[in-house]
Nanobody, 129 residues
Framework: QLRLVESGGGLVQPGGSLRLSCVAS????????VTWFRQAPGKEREGVSC????????NYADSVKGRFTISRGGAKNRVHLQMNSLKPDDTAVYYC??????????????????????WGQGTQVTVAS
């Protein structure tokens, strides 16, 4: 069973940056599609960014395009989400999720949380002055 742990959240001022990390154990992340989701209080969970580690295909929610970048970590079994120009609307708990069977393509947007079997515990991102 793949296990995921997120880190890197925190409190940041509007316009600031954070880098979230998702570290996997119990499996080889290279076989998976990894998607970052977020959920703000009173709102539905939404997909933020997707990385297909089998071919490095990516996708992003319109609300974060040009500000967020998803990437492989330098160390194996890591995926990062670099978040720049943060806005108060980015405040949420951010989760990484992964799945390989069936294989989900990042071009199929928006992603459905129900399609992902492995989830981290989430990391809180708060953007406020």
């Amino acid at each position: 069973q793949l296990r995921l742990v997120e880190s890197g959240g925190g409190l940041v001022q509007p316009g600031g940056s954070l880098r979230l990390s998702c570290v996997a154990s119990g499996g080889i992340l290279d076989d998976y599609t990894v998607t970052w989701f977020r959920q703000a209080p009173g709102k539905e969970r939404e997909g933020v960014s997707c990385l297909d580690l089998t071919d490095d295909a990516q996708n992003y929610a319109d609300s974060v395009k040009g500000r967020f970048t998803i990437s492989r970590g330098g160390a194996k079994n890591r995926v990062h989400l670099q978040m720049n120009s943060l806005k108060p609307d980015d405040t949420a708990v951010y989760y990484c999720a992964a799945e390989r069977e069936p294989h989900y393509y990042c071009s199929a947007w928006p992603p459905r949380g129900a399609d992902y079997g492995s989830w981290g515990q989430g990391t809180q991102v708060t953007v406020a002055s």
